[in-house]
């Protein structure tokens, strides 16, 4: 009789050691259906980091008269073309912040894929307190040879 207790109560300890391991893949589930915005903040951030952040920073502060800051930003969370267009183009159709002048220049990526673009213009309009609408690779992809 007690050594089937103990077999039960083993049982039981076992059964009550897979129950978190059970949840904790469920919440894995979760992550893999994660929204658009989600799974395109968390492209974009690495491409961010590789190719932006030297010169607007981590915390996308920018350097003080060399590049602008993108951290609450109007222009960062409004109208989407001019963003593209500087991301494909590397100048802007109007000038960055209240017209002011970086001895920096932004340098143009045509050769970013369409995603890559998408993805990192989404984050960085999600990123340093913005909070604007997610940037599709298609839209990217519309405005590619329209812009010079
Ligand atoms: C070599 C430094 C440098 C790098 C690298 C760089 N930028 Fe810039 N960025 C600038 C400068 C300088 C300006 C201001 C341009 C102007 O005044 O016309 C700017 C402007 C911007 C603006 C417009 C800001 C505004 O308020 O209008 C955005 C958005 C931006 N950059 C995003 C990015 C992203 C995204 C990347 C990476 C893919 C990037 N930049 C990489 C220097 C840089």
Redesign the pocket.
């Known amino acids: 009789m007690i050594s089937n207790h103990r077999t039960l109560l083993i049982a039981f300890f076992t059964v009550a050691a897979f129950i978190p391991v059970v949840v904790l893949a469920q919440g894995n589930h979760c992550v893999a259906q994660k929204s658009p915005m989600k799974m395109a903040v968390a492209a974009g951030q690495p491409?961010?980091v590789s190719?932006?952040q030297?010169?607007?920073q981590a915390d996308g502060s920018g350097l003080p008269d060399?590049?602008?800051s993108?951290i609450k930003?109007k222009?960062?969370t409004g109208d989407k073309r001019p963003?593209i267009e500087?991301?494909i183009s590397g100048?802007?159709q109007q000038?960055?912040?209240q017209g002011?002048?970086?001895s920096?220049?932004?340098?143009a990526?045509p050769e970013?894929s369409d995603d890559e673009i998408a993805n990192?213009?989404t984050y960085?309009r999600r990123s340093f307190g913005n909070k604007g609408s997610l940037i599709k690779p298609s839209e990217v992809k519309s405005m590619r040879g329209v812009v010079k």
């Open positions: 491409v961010y190719k932006c030297t010169c607007h060399k590049t602008p993108l930003s222009q960062i963003l500087l991301l100048h802007l000038p960055a912040v002011k002048k970086y920096q220049t932004m340098p990526y970013m990192v213009l960085i």
